[in-house]
């Protein structure tokens, strides 16, 4: 069984081009598909976009809070 994710951008674009979230592809498939989810999936990359415009590479966006990986 293969364990790996494949990790990406909701976009498919790189996060240095677009300034969002890099997350697994299930993961965003499931927010894409929810009004919610799309919601938070926006306010993601909204506080990647302002950390990242601060010059830090790492954003706190809340998407892999508790999450084990």
Not at 34 to 44: D, H, I, P, S
Request: proline residues 3%.
């Amino acid at each position: 069984m293969d364990t790996k994710q494949k990790w990406r951008t909701p976009s498919g674009k790189k996060s240095s081009e677009t300034g969002e979230v890099y997350a697994p592809a299930r993961t965003i498939a499931k927010l894409k598909s929810t009004t919610k989810g799309k919601k938070k999936l926006a306010a993601a990359n909204a506080k990647k976009r302002a950390a990242t415009k601060k010059g830090k590479q790492f954003a706190k966006h809340g998407l892999h809070k508790g999450k084990k990986r």
